[in-house]
Structure formats: C-alpha cells, structure tokens
C-alpha cells in the first residue's frame, strides 16, 4: 500500500528485499590505526628493501603469510574481532575463523587491480594503511551476472539500478566481506603509492562441521 501526496492510500507495489549484500566496515581511530600503519608500512619497506622501486602502473604483493609476522599482530587481533562480529550478526554458530591468507599490496600512481574475487574462503578482507585522495576507493560488483542480459537506459543511478558499488576508505579503513563478492580497484590516481593488506578467512573445522550435509536422513 502506498499514499499520494495528499496522503491518500492507494494500492500499489511493495519492495520487498531479497538476499542482501553485505560489507562491513570498521573505522580504527587514530590512536589505534597510526601505531598499526606504522608497523605496516616498515614491514613493507623491509620486505622491499633489495627490490627496486615500483615504476609508474605497477604494482607489488608480499607473501601470503603476512599475519604471522609479529609486527602486524594489532592488525590480525582487529581483523579476527571484526570477523566475530560478522559472524555473530549472520547468526552463525561456529565461531572459529582463521586466517588462509594475508598479504601486503602496493600499488604505484597508475596501477589498478582487476575485478577479482578469492575462491576457497568465506569471507575476504582489506586495511588500509596508507591512501590518498585519487585512491581512497574500492569497487563492489553485482554477484548476479543474469543481470547484465537486458540493461534499459536509467534516468538516474541508483542502489537498485546500478551494477556497481564504490566505498570510499582512508587509512584506518578494515573491511569485510563475502569472498564470493567481485572487486576492483581503479587506478591510482595520487602521486604517491597505496599501501593496503588484504585478506582471507575461512572456518578452522570445515571438514568436521560445515561441509556435512545439512540435510537430515529419512
């Protein structure tokens, strides 16, 4: 039921929304995030220190195994608190998350990063510790590509319309989301390079919980 202007009930549509997205987003204050940036940033440095410099468009990823640098320890305790409360709010009952993956990116003025997503895991990530204007934005994709079939000019772009999502981020920014979920960056379009460590998380016990039938027998 809908309502005129002159406050009127008449029939008409109602939305209901179905399977919603999520991205979660947490902002660390200064206080927090400037001792986490800082032990970041020199880990970067350190791992590059034989490496030369990134030349214009490139861009550069560490290991996999950053999260077991003790450095970073501030950074992995934020992300597995981030991570209980996600899964307190989807109501999921098993709480043991771990880490499968977590790595460094730099990516120098021009460099870009594809659409992608992180197959194997449940949820996906990045922190943000250094960005600057012309690269403090993350792009999310419509999941649904039956979607993109018919695409009717639009009169404005909209939640409901668009196929694409961009958050704006600064440093301090740790976000969470499906790994299922496709994004992007643009290309950096600052004059000095974005530093960010992304990712990944997946439940401990898959094989003993998860990946049990969810069925029951007859």
């Excluded at 220190?49 to 195994?65: I, K, M, N, T």
């Excluded at 194997?120 to 979607?147: C, E, K, M, W």
């Excluded at 668009?162 to 740790?174: I, Y």
Aim: one cysteine or more; a neutral charge; hydrophobic letters at 45%.
């Amino acid at each position: 039921m809908v309502t005129d202007a002159a406050g009127v009930a008449s029939a008409g549509p109602e939305i209901v929304r179905l399977f919603p997205t999520f991205v979660w987003s947490c902002a660390l204050g200064p206080a927090e995030h400037e001792p986490i940036n800082t032990a970041i940033l020199a880990v970067v440095a350190e791992l590059r220190r034989d490496l030369p410099p990134l030349a214009p468009s490139q861009a550069w990823q560490s290991g996999h195994d950053l999260h077991q640098v003790l450095p970073v320890a501030g950074l992995v305790s934020r992300i597995h608190w981030a991570a209980k409360r996600v899964l307190e709010f989807l109501r999921i009952g098993s709480t043991e998350l771990r880490i499968t993956g977590c790595w460094a990116n730099v990516n120098a003025p021009g460099a870009v990063h594809r659409m992608h997503t992180h197959p194997n895991n449940f949820l996906s990530g990045v922190y943000y510790a250094q960005v600057s204007a012309g690269a403090d934005t993350i792009n999310f994709h419509d999941p649904r590509p039956q979607t993109g079939i018919i695409r009717p000019p639009v009169t404005k772009l909209t939640a409901y319309n668009t196929d694409q999502v961009v958050l704006t981020v600064k440093p301090g920014t740790l976000l969470l989301f499906p790994a299922w979920l496709p994004h992007s960056v643009d290309a950096n379009r600052s004059d000095r390079e974005r530093i960010s460590v992304s990712f990944n998380l997946m439940f401990s016990s898959y094989a003993e919980t998860v990946s049990e039938p969810l069925w029951g027998t007859a």
